[in-house]
């Protein structure tokens, strides 16, 4: 089955600085790349998505992009602000067998003001 | 109405007790799940549904037992459980789609002490 991996697990930046989450996947059928933003007591949110005829997708500060070759995408937060801090989770869905999300381990992110 | 709807927030219950966790949706989605999350995790798939229908059940035992009564909801009934079963349990629902992606949108979770 899928197997996603994700790092780093804690990443601590700056206000206004910039935010990478890299995560890698192993099946080669995967065309499906969600990236959830999870906040202390609450569900997972979907902050953004990538399907796999799709390289790079932007929503304001939040970017994601896709190298199915390498089998790898990238979660990219630019002029990072306070409110987001959480814990950021990649996942990857096949489109046969299975067909839920696999998820990345997770990566806390701490904007320091 | 743009929510997965999950009661109750919190839930504590003795190990022989029974309860349940209910969800609901009213985007039209067809497919529901339910994910275990434990503390610094990522949620853990258990069940899911597709048009009311169990289709995937990850080897749960079967203390847990789920229940799709219509399209809009869905509930996990709980009986004999451990304290390793206290965690958060979150509930998602996705939109139909032929090209296999899974958009799930999850609820704000049931947060289950099992004492």
């Not at chain 2, 999350?37 to 258990?46: G, I, N, T, Y």
């Not at chain 2, 009934?77 to 451990?82: D, N």
């Amino acid at each position: 089955g899928e197997n996603v991996e994700q790092h780093p697990s804690t990443l601590s930046v700056q206000e206004g600085d910039s935010a990478v989450i890299k995560c890698t996947y192993s099946d080669s059928a995967s065309n499906y790349f969600p990236w959830y933003k999870q906040e202390l007591g609450k569900g997972p949110q979907l902050i953004i998505d990538i399907r796999s005829n799709v390289g790079e997708k932007k929503d304001q500060r939040i970017a994601v992009t896709l190298n199915k070759t390498a089998k790898h995408f990238s979660l990219h937060i630019t002029e990072t602000q306070p409110e987001d801090s959480a814990v950021y989770f990649c996942a990857a869905s096949t489109p046969t067998g299975r067909r839920a999300l696999t998820f990345g381990s997770g990566t806390r992110l701490q904007v320091q003001p | 109405d743009t929510e997965v709807t999950q009661t109750p927030k919190h839930l504590v219950m003795g190990m022989t007790n029974k309860k349940s966790l209910k969800c609901e949706q009213h985007m039209g989605h067809r497919a529901m799940y339910w994910y275990k999350q434990k503390a610094k995790k990522p949620p853990e798939l258990m069940f899911v549904y597709s048009y009311e229908k169990l289709s995937i059940n990850e080897s749960v035992p079967s203390r847990f037992s789920p229940e799709c009564p219509n399209s809009s909801l869905l509930n996990l009934h709980l009986h004999a459980l451990q304290p390793e079963d206290s965690a958060l349990y979150l509930c998602a629902s996705s939109p139909p789609s032929g090209r296999g992606e899974t958009e799930a949108f999850f609820g704000q979770g049931t947060r289950l002490t099992v004492v």
